[in-house]
């Protein structure tokens, strides 16, 4: 009895969150066992009993890795896919409409992007009743229940609960966008790919970044150090992605400023690993910022005429370049566009016509909240 009372605490604590991580799962499951007064020695077996039972009700407990972070995370999906759960979205048929769209032109983004930015996601629904404002709380909701995630730089993204309930609608509508990483086999949308692409041979092996050690043990562990484990060539890859694009963007924003270096395959590595950082900072950072701007009249007069002094140097340093180092910039930025789309070509799909709605299901209790919660 206090076996079964535990698991049902369990469950109703993981369907109202939809998501948690695995550390939070077992956090939940042994307060449980505490308030009940068992031992948390059964944690496993009890989620597999759990498991079992959802299955007989439609219902599935999947597991999958954050592609930001890497954190296991645990969630309840809904396993069926007909009008019943159709039914039982929170969202309406237009809502439906826009969402689809909104998948469809992010996981068939070109170049590989698996992302679109803010503008990108409010013109999809300019020919419907929807109005902007009713688009832009549309999209923060989204956001807030892990359907997508939104960037530093404004781009949205799949999120992970997207990844982990739509996962058969996406590999059955766009089975050529529907990528599967080397070593956990999860759908990936941003990570790295095997840079090794002629016209004699052509690899598509891709990895998260969080798996990519596991890849080069494996390829250690088979003696084939710093090669690919499929085309055997050097593992040079490129990275893809939200990260990756925004990491490009960084890079032309640079440029453009006038800044020194352009974006060599390292610095976009480094930049694209980097970024998972930033947004997972961004993402649990609500710190407030501190009002740091001048106060005073003649605090602000020197401010201004410091930044202008400042602008006008960097400027004249901007004009006193060698154009040589511009020619390599931009020689860079055509080989990394060019093997980019490339590779796009090869993933380009062609998506067919039909309902979306099966795996999309909020919970009910959140409906009130929504319009009071901040993006």
């Not at 990108?120 to 902007?132: H, I, P, Q, Y």
């Not at 084939?224 to 060539?233: A, I, N």
């Not at 701007?293 to 400027?315: I, L, N, V």
Request: charged fraction near 30%; hydrophobic fraction near 30%; proline fraction near 2%.
């Amino acid at each position: 009895m206090s076996a079964n009372l535990v698991r049902a605490m369990w469950l109703q604590a993981i369907m109202s969150r939809r998501l948690v991580t695995d550390k939070e799962s077992k956090a939940i499951y042994y307060q449980a066992c505490k308030t009940v007064g068992t031992g948390t020695e059964k944690y496993r077996e009890d989620i597999t009993t759990i498991q079992q039972s959802l299955s007989n009700i439609g219902l599935e407990l999947r597991q999958l890795q954050d592609e930001i972070d890497g954190r296991n995370m645990v969630g309840v999906i809904n396993g069926r896919g007909d009008q019943l759960a159709q039914a039982g979205t929170a969202y309406t048929p237009t809502e439906l409409v826009y969402i689809k769209a909104l998948i469809e032109a992010i996981y068939t983004a070109p170049r590989s992007a698996y992302s679109i930015s803010s503008m990108e996601a409010l013109s999809l629904g300019v020919d419907s009743n929807m109005t902007k404002k009713t688009r832009e709380e549309l999209l923060a909701n989204l956001v807030r229940h892990d359907w997508l995630r939104k960037s530093k730089g404004g781009r949205y993204a799949l999120g992970t609960r997207a990844l982990m309930e739509l996962q058969m609608y996406l590999k059955h509508e766009y089975e050529d966008n529907a990528l599967q990483c080397f070593i956990c086999n999860d759908l990936i949308t941003m990570g790295l790919v095997c840079a090794t692409d002629t016209p004699e041979m052509s690899c598509s092996v891709q990895v998260h970044f969080h798996c990519e050690p596991r890849f080069k043990s494996r390829a250690n562990a088979n003696k084939m150090p710093g090669k690919c484990l499929e085309c055997k060539q050097d593992w040079t890859p490129w990275p893809f992605g939200l990260q990756a694009t925004e990491a490009v963007a960084r890079q032309s924003q640079a440029f453009g400023a006038g800044e020194d270096g352009g974006a060599g395959t390292g610095d976009l590595l480094e930049q694209a690993g980097g970024a998972a950082d930033e947004q997972e900072e961004e993402e649990n950072n609500f710190d407030d910022v501190e009002d740091t701007q001048p106060t005073t009249r003649r605090q602000r007069q020197s401010r201004a005429a410091s930044g202008s002094s400042a602008s006008a140097k960097k400027r004249g340093k901007k004009r006193a370049r060698d154009s040589d180092e511009e020619e390599e910039v931009a020689a860079n930025t055509t080989t990394s566009s060019s093997r980019r789309s490339t590779r796009s070509r090869r993933k380009s799909a062609n998506a067919a016509n039909v309902r979306l709605a099966g795996g999309l299901e909020l919970d009910d209790d959140d409906d009130d909240d929504d319009d009071d919660d901040d993006e």
